[in-house]
């Protein structure tokens, strides 16, 4: 008698994979440097304060002459300025302009280098010629004897206006940057089959050429806000714009003015916008690791 034994196959159970979610890889991609992680808690925590601390802080601060140059305490974190003021609140009451005009001026500089510059290396020509010898006319004319001009014959007491005026006179480095990385990128066969569609010259600046220099264009951006918060706050150091409301650079030109670096007392009071001013330049610093591994195809890891 023969038995027969039947075999039975064993399928392998498919692996459904859960799809990651696009937010998700990016922010993996933003935390993925050290460096950049502590950047991005830096601006952000100096953003929020300066941003949402003056909503729960006094405008005017009381002068209390009996209370000059006190070093921190319990009532007052960073100690006291010339006139018995609070520093503390003084540097929270200060960041907000700094960070509107430094980002405002550095978005207006961005786009004026981008536009033009792009513009001139891929049309060449007349356009070149043109937008080449603006750049170096502005580039020879020194910005602080400039804005000291204007500051004399206009009230530079808008953000707004000084965030225009500095950004005005900040692209042209830029720019000769973005007509450099665009003369190398209209050689592209990508470029030249989009050429060969007639897709049209803003389509193929917006869709084929710029989107490969976004890391190149966003460390820039930061480059251009640091500078721009330099030249804002060396205004107000040197007097060049009013010396009213609240600012880190205020707090300078008074500490100045009023002989604050000659007295051992007043240290905290001369360091705390030196730190702010610092950190939130060291932050957006190292931010641009972290954006550059996510717009830079070549950095990102699996």
Do not use: C
């Amino acid at each position: 008698m023969t038995a027969t034994v039947g075999t039975s196959t064993l399928e392998s159970p498919t692996v459904v994979r859960k799809p990651v979610r696009p937010s998700r890889n990016v922010v993996r991609a933003l935390t993925r440097s050290r460096s950049g992680t502590i950047g991005f808690v830096l601006v952000g925590l100096i953003v929020l304060v300066s941003l949402l601390g003056p909503l729960f802080t006094p405008d005017t601060l009381p002068t209390d002459t009996s209370s000059v140059y006190l070093p921190p305490s319990a009532s007052h974190w960073l100690g006291t300025d010339s006139s018995g003021r609070d520093v503390l609140i003084q540097v929270i009451n200060g960041g907000r302009t700094v960070i509107v005009v430094g980002f405002a001026a550095a978005i207006l500089s961005t786009l004026i280098a981008i536009v033009f510059g792009s513009l001139a290396a891929y049309l060449g020509g007349v356009v070149d010629s043109v937008v080449t010898a603006a750049t170096d006319i502005v580039l020879t004319v020194p910005q602080i004897a400039l804005l000291a001009v204007l500051s004399s014959l206009y009230h530079l007491d808008n953000s707004l206006l000084l965030a225009s005026l500095i950004g005005i006179l900040s692209w042209p480095t830029l720019l000769r940057a973005v007509r450099a990385q665009v003369l190398s990128l209209r050689e592209r066969e990508y470029v030249e089959a989009a050429q060969l569609l007639d897709l049209g010259t803003a389509r193929i600046l917006s869709v084929e050429i710029l989107p490969n220099m976004a890391s190149f264009i966003v460390m820039n951006f930061m480059i251009g806000m640091t500078n721009a918060i330099y030249a804002l706050v060396g205004l107000y150091f040197l007097g060049l714009a009013p010396l009213a409301g609240h600012n880190w650079g205020i707090m300078l030109n008074e500490a100045w003015t009023r002989g604050a670096i000659f007295d051992s007392d007043s240290v905290f009071y001369i360091l705390s916008p030196v730190i702010a001013i610092s950190l939130l330049q060291l932050g957006l610093v190292l931010m641009t690791r972290s954006l550059e591994e996510l717009l830079n195809p070549r950095l990102r890891q699996d």
